[in-house]
């Protein structure tokens, strides 16, 4: 079974600072996925960097980073330059091959508010 | 491009009436999944569509149910609602295991 684990239900950082969102997992398959999403007080899910276990450096896109320490088993996202408008909830997540499908498994997210 | 569409945006329902979510999945994607978000948690998988196959299931009851069409938008059924069912419902289109792109979600109270 896969389980993912935030372990910060809220934080606060000042326009501009950047911030680290942690993450850790736990699996026990060889090959896996993890994501980052975003979710606005609107409630739609917004696909934010990718990470898959095989990949030697790690992701970025944009102000995105993901910090990926597959020893340790964590998946921390690092925004920089924090902006107003990424106020929201953050969920780490983990793609799971079952048989013949996969499926996302979720953490139970951490809300960012970003200060002026 | 057209993104993920769900309707409808909000939905108000009484404890054992039946309802049904709509899906459209983004342009060149055939596979849609299912989420529940209950308030204060993460989405919890309910259920996978591929070729207008269901291909994988959670931990939902069989009232939940669900079908995929030849232009591969969805639909969820729930039957004999519960309290418990009131939820964001999540829809996410990919191709096959690529990344899961969301729509904005069906606001479901019930009762």
């Known amino acids: 079974a896969q389980k993912i684990t935030q372990t910060q239900p809220g934080m606060f950082v000042q326009e501009k600072e950047a911030v680290t969102l942690d993450c850790t997992y736990d699996?026990?398959?060889?090959?896996?996925?993890l994501f980052w999403y975003k979710q606005p007080s609107s409630g739609e899910m917004i696909f934010l960097i990718y990470?898959?276990?095989?990949?030697?450096q790690n992701a970025t896109e944009g102000r995105y980073s993901l910090n990926f320490q597959k020893a340790r088993k964590s998946a921390n996202l690092v925004i920089s330059a924090s902006q107003l408008g990424d106020s929201a909830m953050y969920f780490c997540a983990m793609r799971a091959r079952n048989s013949g499908y996969s499926t996302l498994t979720f953490g139970k997210g951490t809300m960012l508010l970003v200060s002026p | 491009e057209t993104g993920v569409t769900q309707s409808p945006t909000h939905l108000i329902k009484t404890r054992g009436q039946q309802v049904t979510l709509r899906c459209s999945s983004q342009?060149?994607?055939?596979?849609v999944s299912w989420y529940q978000q209950a308030l204060g948690q993460g989405p919890q998988f309910i259920f996978q569509?591929?070729?207008?196959?269901?291909?994988g299931r959670g931990n939902f009851p069989p009232r939940f149910s669900g079908l995929q069409f030849p232009n591969y938008s969805s639909e969820l059924n729930v039957n004999a609602l519960e309290l418990d069912d009131s939820a964001l419902y999540l829809c996410?289109?990919?191709?096959?295991?690529?990344?899961?792109?969301f729509g904005p979600g069906t606001r479901l109270t019930v009762l």
């Open positions: 699996t026990s398959d060889p090959s896996y996925g």
């Open positions: 569509y591929y070729r207008e196959e269901e291909n």
């Open positions: 342009s060149g994607h055939n596979t």
């Open positions: 990470q898959g276990s095989y990949d030697q």
């Open positions: 996410a289109s990919s191709l096959m295991s690529d990344t899961q792109y």
